[in-house]
C-alpha cells in the first residue's frame, strides 16, 4: 500500500452549451489550469481526518460510518462514501485540500474537488483507476445525492478528459467525447467574476432540471434531445422557453465546432452572445450582477460574452480580440490537461 497520494482536479470552462447535459445535449468544455490539490497519507485508524487548507477548517469521521455533512465536507465525504459503495476498500487517511479555483464562481471548484478527492484516494488504496467515464458518472453521484445539487456530467468529464489547447465536444446521449483544437492565436479567453457568489443546491439550477423533464414529458419525447422547435410551441411558458434554450443551444455547440475548424473567431463571438441571450431571455438564469459584467466584457471590446455555468451569479466568460484590454478582474483562460495523479 503506498504511504501517500497527490491528485490534481481542474476546474472548467464551458466554451458553449449550457444547461444541455442533463437534456442529453451537446457541450464544449475544457479543463483549465486552476484547480484543487488533495494530497492523502496514509493512516492506520481506520479514520479519515481531513483539512481544508484554505478555510483552516477540518473534519474527521470513521470510515465504517460515512454520514452526509454540509458545506466542503459533504464532498469528503460523499467522495468516499461513492468508493465504498462501488465496492473499494478506501484506506484510513489524512488529506489535505488546496485550491487555486475560486468556489462559487461558475468554474466549477465542485468538480475539481470531487475528482482530486477520488483519484487520491484510489491511489492511496492501491486501487488501479477505473474507466474515466465511470469516475465522472461517480463523481456526479457525490453532488447528486451527498450535496444535493442534480448537477449533470458535464464538470467531471471536462475535469477528468481535458487536454492541453483542446476542447472537449461532449455528447450526452451517447457520451461521445471528442477533442477539438482551440487555437487562439491573438485571440484571448477571460474570465471575469460577477461577484456574485452562487451555490447549485440552493439555487433554482434544480428547479430549471425540473423544468426541462417536465417539457420533455409533455412533448411526449425521453429527452430534449429528441425534441424540435415546432414542437415546443404547444408547451405552456415557462416550459416552451425553456426548451427552446436547450435545442437551440446544441444548434449552437454544432456550429461553434464547426466555426472553430475554420478559425473563426468573429463567429465564435456572436455564437457566445447569442447563447447569452438564450440563457437570460428563455433560460432565466442572469442576474444584474452578470449583466453588469457581461456589458463590462463588451464595453471593452469583446467579440462576445456569456454567463458561464449553472447561473444565478458566478462567472463570465468573454472572447478578446488582439489588442483589446481586458476589464479589470479578469482572467485569462486556457484549455490544459485533464485530473491526474501527481505523486504517489
Ligand atoms: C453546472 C452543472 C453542470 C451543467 C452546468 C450548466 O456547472 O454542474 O452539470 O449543468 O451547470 O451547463
Not at 130 to 136: E, H, I, N, Q
Not at 199 to 221: D, I, K, L, P, W
Not at 228 to 247: F, Q
Amino acid at each position: 500500500m503506498p504511504n501517500q497520494a497527490t491528485a490534481f482536479g481542474p476546474g472548467r470552462v464551458n466554451l458553449i452549451g449550457e444547461h444541455t447535459d442533463y437534456n442529453a445535449g451537446l457541450a464544449l468544455p475544457f479543463a483549465i489550469s486552476e484547480g484543487v490539490t488533495v494530497r492523502a497519507a496514509a493512516n492506520r485508524g481506520g479514520r479519515i481526518e481531513a483539512l481544508a487548507a484554505d478555510l483552516d477548517e477540518r473534519d474527521s469521521f470513521d470510515l465504517a460510518e460515512v454520514e452526509a455533512s454540509d458545506g466542503w465536507r459533504g464532498f469528503v465525504r460523499g467522495a468516499v462514501g461513492e468508493l465504498q459503495r462501488a465496492g473499494i476498500a478506501v484506506a484510513g487517511a489524512e488529506l489535505e485540500l488546496s485550491g487555486t479555483v475560486p468556489r462559487g464562481a461558475g468554474l466549477s471548484s465542485s468538480a475539481a474537488l470531487e475528482v482530486a478527492l477520488v483519484l487520491a484516494l484510489l491511489s492511496l488504496s492501491d486501487v488501479a483507476e477505473p474507466d474515466r467515464l465511470d469516475l465522472a458518472k461517480l463523481c456526479s453521484r457525490v453532488e447528486n445525492d451527498w450535496v444535493g445539487a442534480q448537477t449533470g456530467l458535464l464538470d467531471q468529464i471536462a475535469s477528468l478528459f481535458g487536454e492541453r489547447d483542446r476542447a472537449l465536444r461532449i455528447d450526452f446521449r451517447s457520451l461521445e467525447v471528442e477533442p477539438v483544437d482551440l487555437e487562439l492565436g491573438d485571440f484571448t479567453l477571460v474570465v471575469l467574476d460577477s461577484g456574485e457568489e452562487h451555490t447549485h443546491a440552493g439555487s433554482g439550477y434544480n428547479e430549471r432540471r425540473a423544468e426541462c423533464a417536465q417539457a420533455a414529458e409533455e412533448m411526449g419525447v425521453p429527452t430534449l434531445r429528441e425534441a424540435t422547435l415546432e414542437m415546443t410551441e404547444r408547451l405552456p411558458e415557462p416550459l416552451s422557453s425553456r426548451a427552446r434554450h436547450v435545442i437551440t443551444e446544441n444548434e449552437r455547440v454544432r456550429e461553434a465546432v464547426a466555426a472553430l475548424e475554420r478559425r473563426d473567431m468573429v463567429e465564435l463571438g456572436r455564437l457566445l452572445d447569442a447563447s447569452h441571450a438564450s440563457l437570460r431571455d428563455c433560460y432565466a438564469i442572469s442576474t444584474p450582477s452578470v449583466e453588469k459584467a457581461v456589458a463590462r466584457c463588451k464595453d471593452a471590446g469583446a467579440l462576445g460574452a456569456r454567463i458561464m455555468g449553472g447561473g444565478f451569479g458566478g462567472s463570465v466568460l468573454a472572447l478578446l480580440p488582439a489588442g483589446v484590454v481586458a476589464p479589470s478582474g479578469a482572467v485569462e483562460v486556457r484549455p490544459g490537461p485533464g485530473a491526474q495523479v501527481v505523486a504517489s
